[in-house]
């Protein structure tokens, strides 16, 4: 029901920022949390930041003092501004959101867009 539609990638120099965006739509009943992932080729999905309904963060070791969720819970959104980026960084990011509904929480997931870092 729920869709994540992503908006912010693309080609950025080393050193340089980006900031990515995130809006939830459809039969939205209560999210508790959004947050970001990331997968670069061949390597496993990880979590990058995330924030919930309260306001409380999380951020990769990789990524702390750089990078920065915040929320809009009125508008569904979520951001990531990313500074100081690294070609490692290069990967798709993913928009990822946790829907409470009545009986089970259900993670919703974004089309993944696509930051690429060049040195």
């Known amino acids: 029901q729920m869709q994540l539609v992503e908006s912010g990638g693309g080609l950025v120099q080393a050193g340089g920022s980006l900031r990515l965006s995130c809006v939830a739509s459809?039969?939205?009943?209560?999210?508790?949390?959004m947050g970001w992932y990331r997968q670069a080729p061949g390597k496993q999905r990880e979590l990058v930041a995330s924030?919930?309904?309260?306001?409380?963060?999380y951020y990769a070791d990789s990524v702390k003092g750089r990078f920065t969720i915040s929320r809009d819970n009125a508008k569904n959104t979520v951001y990531l501004q990313m500074n100081s980026l690294k070609s490692e960084e290069t990967a798709v990011y993913f928009c990822?959101?946790?829907?409470?509904?009545?009986?089970?929480?259900?993670?919703?997931w974004g089309q993944g867009t696509q930051v690429t870092v060049s040195s």
């Open positions: 990822n959101a946790a829907v409470q509904y009545t009986l089970r929480t259900v993670n919703y």
């Open positions: 459809g039969s939205i009943f209560s999210i508790n949390a």
């Open positions: 924030i919930t309904s309260g306001g409380s963060t």
